[in-house]
């Protein structure tokens, strides 16, 4: 596991060390003056890291939830895969959630639209994703959940102003048909906050609530680990 983060977010350095997790400090976020250069700070954690296997890239707001035990799909190194998300927007309910341990409940949010656009002529043009990006195929376009064989596809992230892009241009990298969501049924991640509000750097409260148990979080990563033992990174 790889955090990365800027040298002004102390509070998550301290975790880091905390926990013994491997934590990328770079003020990249911030080149050419960005208030949230995702990717240039994607690829200094990159470099540091120097994959070679499969390659799971989340945002900070995602909880990821153990694979179903008992399954060995096979994944496509070809492919770019990507997973449903259910929404969390307030930290009340997200507490009920982890005292209940049920979050069949969170509404499951969409993948993003598919839709052709009228041309001058009054004609529509052909079936695109938000209307304009040049795919038919929504999955594996962002960034909470974007998982790929680094090693066959050693790909950099493109430098932009905010998160909001970054990603769906490393998807786009990948053509149609090799764009899926894991073959985990009924998988899902949880998102928590609302969406889009920190593309330009965080511009949400942060969440004053009892931590996830440790025992929850080592289950995940080994359950992660035990599916990509051979070559994980």
């Known amino acids: 596991m790889t955090v990365v983060t800027s040298s002004q977010d102390t ?3 301290e975790l880091c060390q905390q926990f013994d997790v491997r ?3 770079t003020d990249a976020w911030y080149k050419r003056n960005s208030p949230c250069n995702k990717g240039a700070a ?7 890291m120097q994959p070679s296997g499969w390659l799971l890239s989340v945002d900070a707001d995602i909880i990821l939830l153990p694979p179903p035990s008992g399954l060995t799909p096979e994944f496509d190194p070809t492919c770019m895969y990507g997973a ?3 929404m969390c927007d307030e930290a009340t309910r997200w507490s009920q959630c982890l005292r209940e341990r049920d979050y069949i409940d969170l509404p499951m949010s969409s993948l993003p639209p598919v839709y ?3 041309g001058k002529n009054g004609k529509r043009g052909k079936k695109k994703v938000w209307g304009h990006r040049p795919t038919c195929n929504p999955v594996g376009l962002q960034g909470y959940f974007q998982l790929w064989h680094y090693g066959s596809y050693p790909l950099r992230m493109q430098e932009c102003i905010g998160a909001n892009s970054y990603d769906v241009e490393l998807g786009l990298k990948f053509s149609d048909d090799k764009r899926w969501l894991v073959p985990w049924p009924h998988y899902f991640v949880i998102h928590l906050g609302l969406p889009k509000v920190n593309w330009l750097g965080r511009k949400t409260e942060h969440w004053d609530m009892d931590p996830i148990p440790n025992g929850d979080l080592e289950m995940v990563a080994k359950s992660y680990y035990e599916f ?3 070559d994980v990174k």
């Open 84 to 86: 449903r998300r259910r």
């Open 42 to 48: 994607m690829n200094v954690a990159l470099q540091e």
């Open 23 to 25: 934590c990328v400090i």
């Open 228 to 230: 990509f033992r051979h």
């Open 116 to 118: 052709a656009k009228r």
């Open 11 to 13: 509070k998550t350095i």
